[in-house]
């Protein structure tokens, strides 16, 4: 095991708080929001999701943090270390699993972008006029696909192989900023286009017909978003804690990173809808088209927007470099859990046979074997990692072509995953995790874990224990079984 004197720690707090916004925003912000809140008809989606945000997300993001942190481990270990001789551990063996699973379908996203932006560097993007088509003929074009997801992996795994603080920090604190402020440029353009008014309604203004359609799906989603978004429920924000020194505020820097993720979810939806209604060929149809918009809706509105601007083609080539950034920043944290997993982890035991050993260690028939450990270096955890990941991810390519036989309960795998993963896996794993932050783990950890330097509110700490005790197992409990009904 390793102790924490060796772990690696981030160097800045605002590395930390860049690694950690930037593991949160990413395609989940940018691609996800805006297609689920067209999907389930706009703005009481769009509340449901912020109510998760504040009473489940954001708690648990803490509760991750100072999992992390105390437990200083990887997320499996952890428990262990919290809560020694449990089979707690489980919990991260689940978590684990998630992670892998996301990115078998969010590498193959974060691949789209890459196609994008190539299309952005040669100019064709802004000579093009039909971005469905263009959307659609992608889809259906597993090579195409699979050569961006497998070239997306490689990246990611050249950086986690690299360490922590060197590769992750330095990406993170370059990009936030300036994808922020590209978005902000963007919405200001999306929202004078004539017409844009419809979209901002859609966007914030609820709409009982709307929402009524898609049922109480809505809330599944909302809340499968909402853990999706800020990274939540699944060991990555544990991982990432488990380097932060002993002097970060908890409380303080989950409610910045979750502050911040829902931001530029929010700013995201700013620039699609008031686009995508301004822009469409036929805006008296657009709510049902925003219906069956699917994931490629936002690349489908965003080139539109991108050319409607003077200077489309950078425009366009920036937009495009920052969205691969911001993937890379999720896939990046993404990969770590995994990671640290097995690095720390995994053993394997290869016997070696010896033969004349002292008497000591001499079986029966003269030969002993002695028995070699071996654990994994983080380059080579890295990799046996990704060639799994690009496995999942060829099948989740292959599973958008149109007709494709690749399915799991009617939905291709890519739906699958995001289904399975977002929408149950997340959920269950934000459970576990507040019932044991607010249970299992000593209070005295809890209350010092909280504490920087000895300031605590009393108020703060039953009010959070209890949120985390009843409020937030009960609710997420309720809605999963409510929108599934
Ligand atoms: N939150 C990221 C996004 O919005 C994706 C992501 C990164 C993620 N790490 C995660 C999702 C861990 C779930 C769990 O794009």
Redesign the pocket.
Known sequence: MTDSTTRATFGTKLGIIAATAG???????IW?FPSQTAQDGGAIFVFVYLACVAFFGAPIVLAEFILGRAGKANSARVYSNLAPRKKFHYFGYFAITA?FL?MGF?MVVAGWTLEYLELSLTGELARMNDFAALFDALRNDAGTQIKWTVVFVLATAGIVAFGVKKGIELASKLMMPLLFLMLIALCVRAVTLPGAGDGLAYLFAPNLENARSAGPRVLTDALGQC?????V??G?LMTYASYFGKDVRLAKTAGTMASLDTSVALLAGVMIFPTAFALAAQPETMTETLKAGGPGLVFVTIPQLLQSLPGAQIWSVFFFVLLVLA?LT?TI??LEVITAFVQEEVRVTIPKPVVRLSKKVRRGDGNAVLRQEYRFSRPFSVLVISAGVIALGVLCSFSLVENSSLKIFGMSIFEFLDFLTAKLM?PIGGIFISLFAGWQLDKKILAAELTVAGTLSLRFFKVYRFLLRYVAPAGICAVLVCGFL
Request: with cysteine; glycine share 12%.
């Open positions: 593991s949160a925003v990413g395609l989940g912000n996800r992670a996301i969010y853990f999706f978004s800020l990274s429920g699944m990555c993937s999720s944290s993404l997340m």
